[in-house]
């Protein structure tokens, strides 16, 4: 069984920072795709930033310049580096990986989530 356990959120100031990490655990073979998701207050869930096995990154224009996403395959881990942040980043926080796994041969990608971080980002 392959899980994904968050870490890093909280409460900060305007103009703070926080360092989201996500590590995913279990049998796997490799990742594929990484990414952080956001979803706040009445409001549908949408990417913040995303990275490839090839180490390509794509930011929402809301958090480029600010956010860093970064990944250790060694770790199975990807961080969420958020500079000046701002209260509109106010959210939960969900990790995403396409992870690959084997079973009896057979090759599979899981689309697995986090359990979900709240960053809250007030005066």
């Known amino acids: 069984q392959v899980q994904l356990v968050e870490s890093g959120g909280g409460s900060v100031q305007p103009g703070g920072s926080l360092r989201l990490s996500c590590a995913a655990s279990g049998t796997i073979v490799t990742i594929n795709h990484m990414g952080w998701y956001r979803q706040a207050p009445g409001k549908q869930r949408e990417l913040a930033a995303s990275?490839?096995?090839?180490?390509?990154?794509q930011y929402a224009d809301s958090v480029k310049g600010r956010f860093t996403i970064s990944r250790d395959s060694a770790k199975n881990t990807v961080y969420l580096q958020m500079n000046s942040l701002k209260p509109e980043d106010t959210a939960v926080y969900y990790c995403?990986?396409?992870?690959?796994?084997?079973?009896?041969?057979?090759?599979?990608?899981?689309?697995?989530w986090g359990q979900g971080t709240l960053v809250t980002v007030s005066s």
């Open positions: 990275i490839t096995s090839g180490g390509s990154t």
């Open positions: 995403n990986q396409g992870v690959i796994t084997q079973t009896q041969g057979v090759y599979r990608l899981l689309e697995l």
